[in-house]
């Protein structure tokens, strides 16, 4: 969404931080959503799994199950989910 310019007589912009503001909210709403999913992976680690298949354009094998009940898998979610963003 691109907004219109608007400037003050001296040449400043008065949307600048409103714009700003705009920036920080979609990142926060992004951050939100990306844990959120991590949060559903956890409670469903065998739809992470299926969903992962899924965009490789594979499908689960008989191991899936197996590796949906590691403890290790589920924590290795919860994890990746709570180190800092790339």
Do not use: W
Request: with cysteine; net charge negative.
């Amino acid at each position: 969404m691109t907004l219109p310019k608007c400037m003050r007589p001296d040449g400043t912009d008065p949307c600048e931080g409103y714009l700003y503001i705009f920036d920080k909210f979609n990142e926060v709403c992004a951050e939100r959503d990306r844990l959120r999913q991590a949060l559903t992976d956890v409670v469903n680690p065998l739809g992470a799994l299926k969903r992962h298949a899924d965009a490789q354009g594979g499908r689960l094998n008989e191991m899936a199950h197996s590796v949906a009940n590691n403890l290790g898998y589920v924590q290795d979610i919860a994890k990746r989910a709570l180190s800092p963003s790339e």
